[in-house]
């Protein structure tokens, strides 16, 4: 069946540090790849997406890559703010599953002042 | 629009009890879903509906859980009697595109606890 395997957290960063939260994935067909991000208190929404290899995909800064060669779909922030403290989660559709989507585990980033 | 709307936002009740979770999607969307978040098990689909037909149950814990869509307004799920382990965030989310994933919008989750 389809996982996504994401690094554990928590993962503490001081501000305009680098950030990289390492995603990988397995399934049976060819997936679209998606990072949601739930901020405290709030439900999760959609960050950024990509739909076939070599796709990147960005939004606020952040950056994702999607990688058939290695199934990964890493996500990256050059620069990182106190707001972007979150968790984050690393997603797939695939068609040949019906199109439901599967979750990692979520990591929780906490940026520091 | 005012978003996925769930009520209530934190629920405390004691094991054996009835609880009732209940979701507003956003006006115009025919797709619903039901989603478990744990610490162990992290962000799981238990249930999801299609212009108010439920589509895909298999996520569905046991006969203790069940939801219905009465209308294309209004879901809720239900956990009967409640047990400790039950104890989650639970999260409804709305969609036009199905269950692709671009365009999923969350509500904000019920926090459940069962003492």
């Known amino acids: 069946g389809n996982s996504v395997t994401q690094m554990e957290g928590p993962v503490t960063l001081s501000e305009e540090a680098f950030l990289t939260i390492n995603c990988t994935y397995t399934?049976?067909?060819?997936?679209?790849l998606f990072w949601y991000v739930q901020y405290p208190g709030e439900g999760l929404q959609l960050l950024l997406k990509a739909t076939k290899a070599d796709d990147k995909g960005s939004n606020k800064g952040f950056e994702a890559t999607y990688r058939k060669e290695t199934t990964s779909f890493h996500l990256e922030k050059g620069s990182v703010q106190v707001s972007d403290s979150a968790v984050y989660f690393c997603?797939?559709?695939?068609?040949?599953?019906?199109?439901?989507?599967?979750f990692g585990g979520g990591t929780r980033v906490l940026v520091k002042p | 629009d005012a978003g996925v709307i769930q009520s209530p936002r934190h629920e405390v009740t004691e094991m054996g009890q009835e609880v009732t979770l209940r979701c507003k999607p956003i006006?115009?969307?025919?797709?619903l879903f039901w989603y478990r978040q744990t610490m162990m098990r992290g962000l799981e689909l238990l249930i999801y509906?299609?212009?108010?037909?439920?589509?895909?149950d298999s996520g569905m814990p046991e006969d203790r859980f069940s939801a219905k869509m009465p209308n294309a307004s209004f879901s809720t799920l239900k956990i009967q009697p409640s047990e400790p382990r039950d104890s989650a965030v639970y999260f409804c989310?709305?969609?036009?595109?199905?269950?692709?994933?671009?365009?999923?919008?969350f509500g904000s989750g019920t926090q459940l606890s069962v003492l």
């Open positions: 399934a049976t067909g060819y997936p679209s």
């Open positions: 509906f299609n212009n108010n037909v439920p589509i895909d």
């Open positions: 006006s115009g969307h025919d797709y």
């Open positions: 997603a797939l559709s695939d068609r040949a599953a019906g199109n439901k989507l599967t």
């Open positions: 989310a709305s969609s036009t595109t199905g269950t692709g994933g671009e365009k999923l919008f």
